[in-house]
């Protein structure tokens, strides 16, 4: 099993949908998980941290399901301005932090 | 945004001659880590520093050095570059989270 892992996309989802996607983890000490935004040929982005409780920031949801060593990302009323890469990060306690390969999203007028 | 800036920004050199890429920050911070980007393999972690003098490596290292004198430089030397690193080089700082630079786009013929 691959130590992070994301569906690639591309997900083209219509304006204004809701959509959501996966991360799988394979150490399951990891211990902060994060997702990050990636325009094209721009730099990763912070978008938010995943907490044990779940955590909600405007039009995004991030949860952390430990006992299936995942995480999720649910974008809701998207805007075109979504469309990025979302990359999924884990930080695995006394290791290297460590990057999923990221999802691509399209956001469709 | 984090104080990160990177130097250059594109550069396009000939296989063989020594390249150095820097990367500043004003953020004061400990960790510092230089990536690379390519298509089909995500961020890759190059070196990364835990204070000033104080580097290691990460899972691609070979081909590259760097150092660290000032806390708030961190430079990547690629002694004699082959075109298998021609990519996109990030450089981040942080401890759990991490914020990124602009990042360099090189180009090796």
């Known amino acids: 099993r691959k130590e992070v892992e994301q569906d690639p996309g591309p997900f083209n989802v219509p304006e204004g949908a809701t959509v959501a996607f996966n991360c799988t983890y394979s150490?399951?000490?990891?211990?902060?998980f994060f997702w990050y935004r990636q325009d094209c040929r721009k730099e990763p982005k912070l978008l938010m941290s995943?907490?044990?409780s779940g955590n909600e920031d405007g039009r995004f949801t991030a949860q952390l399901n430990r006992a299936s060593q995942y995480i999720s990302l649910l974008i809701r009323d998207s805007k075109l301005s979504d469309s990025a890469t979302y990359l999924c990060?884990?930080?695995?306690?006394?290791?290297?932090?460590?990057f999923g390969k990221g999802t691509r999203l399209h956001i469709l007028p | 945004d984090a104080g990160i800036t990177q130097s250059p920004r594109h550069k396009v050199t000939e296989t063989g001659t020594p390249v150095t890429l820097r990367c500043h920050q004003t953020?004061?911070?400990?960790?510092m880590y230089w990536y690379r980007q390519d298509p089909g393999h995500g961020l890759r972690l190059i070196h990364y520093?835990?204070?000033?003098?104080?580097?290691d490596k990460g899972e691609v290292s070979d081909g590259y050095s760097v150092s660290r004198s000032k806390t708030e430089d961190f430079l990547l030397t690629l002694e004699s570059a082959t075109s298998s690193q021609t990519s996109v080089y990030f450089c981040?700082?942080?401890?759990?989270?991490?914020?990124f630079g602009p990042g360099t786009r090189l180009t090796v013929l």
């Open positions: 520093s835990y204070g000033v003098k104080d580097t």
């Open positions: 995943v907490y044990s």
């Open positions: 953020e004061n911070h400990r960790y």
């Open positions: 990060v884990v930080n695995p306690w006394g290791d290297k932090i460590i």
């Open positions: 981040a700082i942080g401890s759990n989270e991490q914020f």
């Open positions: 150490n399951s000490a990891s211990q902060s």
